[in-house]
RNA sequence: GCCCUCGUAGUCCAAUGGACAAGACGGCCGCCUCCUAAGCGGCAAAUCCAGGUUCGACUCCUGGCGGGGGCACCA
């Protein structure tokens, strides 16, 4: 009986014992209460049995106390009930002191999970187009694809980060004109690259000796290559980078409309050919062959969607920005018309970063004019582990407002800092105590005569964490790592200025603080690493 | 017009059916002979509107209002 798991089955154990029903009491929940006088976890187990049971909630509650009382022992200090039915634990020293045990033995892996069902994960991010430089909208996207991936991979999914390159396009030749055009010292075409950038690509003089095919392959080279050194300093690497136009030469495209076509998924009408995707839920079916005979740019979405079938995957995660959201239902289609199932295609919209001018007045982002912030500038200016960090804390669903004016003055501001200085102090403190001190309190963690409430308050903070991680996980929410870094980080600042550690009486007292103090630590860098954030022993 | 998404303190935002809505910034008041003041304590301040479901709603449903996005044989 170490751990909350443990302690949420036992619960569920009691109540299934009294409706005699495991359905209902599989949503049973064991939470923390909102204050600590309300207990150490409090269950709805009552409310959710009281309707079946045809009783008064507080009644159920009290018959569950009683069987939870017999089923836990010791490790049951008391009960209460409380408001409409809730049944609060309160849970012996003795009890904590186990679960501490537990998180110490975890070490770095506290919170992770054993290998996952269904557990091949490809997850598709950033994935811009290689004629420019990477903005703050494809830093929001890398930041918080690399934190997923992190974050999956941690909890037992093997995960396989991948970048897909739009190299087919009209847009590509584009970039070749720019360049050419630059090289010549003419003019940039009105609907060509405009940005400095572009005249860094391929040197005038080699520009000016190839032909316009070979010059737009190796801007496009070149680009690449920027946007892969500005991702490496953002501390994110790929493990395949997808090539669209090797789809086409390889035949992939063709092949996987021929096969559409014989399974009856794709028709000719007007021209064009057309993949029947309305009779897989999407509102209208899509081109796939225009009627001058190239194909979309969704039919070499569907030669890729296959290939990564083909690799294995059980699952393909998409993060794209809100313009694309609008995909989705064809992105789902395409799959079932292939014969899969659909929900293993999953769609993550991004909201759109907001920049703000000194005012608040929304600026608007256009290439064109060279008005964007991008990744490179906000790392030289913020820092990998602000920039991070502010990208990361909010929800994927909401849009971010970043002001490009106090972009530098407001990094002073990030929270991250105060979790790298709680995680400094850690090391600060253990440093002093030695290592071997350290090493020997980590063999006397033992029940104290009272635990100071910040203590408590810390130690439970730690035993939710796994949970944290879980929900995170799955909802695809890696911006509650961030949220509850802050949460432990301030719970183990109000510990450390309640609770002296070095010379604590009695000794066992210092050592239970020591080891609470280490598990804390590594609670952090567990979280800070997740989001691909520094732990810093100094600062 | 249709579809998706988001509306929470002055500002940025958390809370996907639980108890008195969390935190940060900004504001006001206080704190370094004390394991890091990048810190600590205190004060003021919020669920867009109207219905509904529920023991219980920021959360779910309906209808509005407001922001953003999408409704190509563009990429």
């Known amino acids: 009986m170490g751990s909350v798991e443990q302690l949420h089955e036992t619960v569920r154990d009691a109540a299934a014992t009294l409706v005699g029903d495991s359905a209902v009491a599989r949503a049973v929940k064991l939470e923390r209460p909102p204050r600590a006088e309300l207990g150490d976890y409090s269950t709805n187990a009552a409310l959710l049995l009281a309707p079946k049971l045809g009783l008064p909630p507080r009644d159920v509650a009290q018959t569950l106390a009683i069987e939870l009382g017999s089923r836990l022992g010791s490790v049951l200090a008391r009960t209460e009930v409380a408001g409409p039915g809730f049944l609060n634990l309160f849970l012996s020293d003795q009890w904590l002191a186990a679960a501490l045990g537990g998180v110490l033995e975890a070490g770095d892996r506290f919170g992770a999970a054993e290998k996952a069902a269904a557990a091949r994960i490809d997850v598709e991010f950033v994935s811009a187009n290689p004629t420019g430089p990477l903005h703050i909208g494809h830093a929001r996207g890398a930041a918080y694809g690399d934190a997923l991936s992190r974050l999956l991979a941690f909890r037992g999914f093997e995960i396989t980060r991948e970048f897909y390159i739009n190299d087919y396009g009209s847009q590509v030749r584009k970039l070749g004109e720019s360049v050419a055009a630059i090289a010549r010292g003419e003019p940039v075409a009105s609907d060509g690259y405009h940005g400095d950038y572009v005249a860094t690509l391929v040197p005038a003089e080699r520009a000016l000796q190839l032909d316009i095919d070979e010059l737009s392959r190796e801007a496009l080279a070149a680009c690449l290559e920027q946007i892969r050194a500005s991702l490496e300093r953002f501390g994110v690497r790929f493990d395949v980078w997808f090539s669209e136009r090797s789809l086409h030469e390889s035949g992939a495209v063709e092949r996987v409309l021929e096969r559409l076509a014989a399974n009856g998924e794709s ?66 289609s395409a799959c079932a018309a292939l014969g899969g199932d659909p929900e293993t295609v999953e769609l993550i919209a991004l909201q759109f970063v ?91 963690v033992a029940p104290v005569p009272s635990l100071h409430p910040s203590e408590r308050a810390l130690l439970k903070r730690l035993l939710a964490f796994p949970a944290d991680l879980e929900d995170a996980a799955e909802r695809r929410a890696p911006h509650r790592v961030a949220t509850a870094v802050l949460d432990i980080a301030q719970q183990f600042t109000a510990f450390y200025r309640d609770c002296h550690v070095v010379g604590a009486k009695p000794r066992a007292s210092e050592s239970l603080r020591i080891a609470l103090a280490l598990a804390t630590q590594r609670t952090l860098a567990i979280s800070l690493g997740l989001l691909g954030v520094s732990a810093p022993d100094r600062m």
């Open 267 to 332: 028709y000719r009408s007007e021209g064009a050919l057309w993949l029947r995707t309305s009779t897989h839920g999407d509102d209208k079916d899509r081109v796939l062959e225009r009627s001058d005979g190239d194909t979309t740019y969704f039919a070499s979405d569907i030669a890729y969607l296959e290939d990564k079938r083909s690799r294995g995957f059980d699952r393909m995660i998409y993060v794209w920005g809100s313009d694309h959201h609008g995909y989705e239902a064809r992105m789902k």
């Open 354 to 444: 907001h920049l703000v001018g000194g005012g608040g007045a929304r600026v608007a982002m256009s290439k064109r004019e060279g008005e964007y912030v991008t990744l490179d500038e906000l790392v030289e200016q913020v820092g990998v582990d602000a920039a991070r960090y502010f990208l990361l804390a909010r929800s994927h669903d909401t849009t971010v407002e970043l002001d490009s004016d106090l972009a530098v003055s407001r990094s002073a501001d990030n929270p991250v800092y105060y979790v790298q200085y709680a995680h400094a102090r850690i090391a600060s403190l253990l440093a002093k105590l030695g290592s071997d001190r350290v090493e020997e309190a980590l063999g006397e």
